[in-house]
């Protein structure tokens, strides 16, 4: 009985010490995966060999910052590659990619920020959709003013081309907009 308690307690605390080292990994694995990202974001890694799977990741709670910044790679490679013929099928990859990893991470601690790079994102497509992805960004950070700024600026870009933008369907602003005649208030003009 006592030999079974001994291996017992030993297989606890190795455990424990291999653990401990996973936990220990994780902090140098995202220093050095922020400083490979800076000199080239495609190559960055942010995940630690470890000896006992995702356990440590799970007890730190390090996932949600690990998923950013994956998605910020991802948008940063999206923005980086040429909007040419020859790289249109990889761009769009790579954009669609950016945009399904930035919705994930949009819907945790992260999102204000996940929302205004998808606003930047859906702006060379659709102004409504970029209307609607600032605002998001706006009601998850209310002090986030770079999200203020580019939904202001692109409320008046709108308005100055003619287009109004309102409240749409599931009343996500921004989704309704018209444009050219018929495109104003109701009951107002000709």
């Known amino acids: 009985m006592k030999i079974a308690a001994a291996i017992a307690l030993a297989t606890v605390a190795v455990l424990a010490a291999l653990l401990a080292g996973d936990v220990r990994s994780w902090p140098r694995a995202l220093e050095q995966g922020d400083a490979a990202y800076a000199v080239a974001p495609h190559r960055a890694t942010w995940t630690p060999s470890t000896r006992l799977g ?52 949009a819907r945790g601690p992260h ?6 790079l998808l606003g930047v994102l859906a702006f060379g497509e659709s102004a409504d959709a970029a209307i609607a992805d600032f605002s998001n960004a706006v009601r998850a950070d209310p002090s986030n003013a770079a999200a203020k700024y580019d939904l202001e600026l692109l409320l008046r870009l709108s308005a100055a081309h003619g287009s109004r933008t309102g409240a749409g369907p599931g009343g996500s602003f921004g989704r309704g907009g018209a444009h050219g005649a018929g495109g104003g208030v109701p009951g107002s003009g000709y």
């Not at 980086?80 to 761009?91: F, G, K, Q, Y």
């Not at 999102?111 to 205004?116: E, G, K, L, P, S």
């Open 111 to 116: 999102a204000a920020q996940a929302d205004a």
């Open 54 to 105: 995702g356990a440590a990741a799970s007890l730190l709670g390090s996932g949600d910052d690990v998923a950013f910044r994956r998605a910020l790679q991802l948008y940063r490679i999206a923005q980086s590659t040429p909007n040419r013929l020859d790289t249109a099928v990889e761009l769009q990859t790579v954009r669609t990619q950016a945009e399904t990893r930035l919705a994930a991470v």
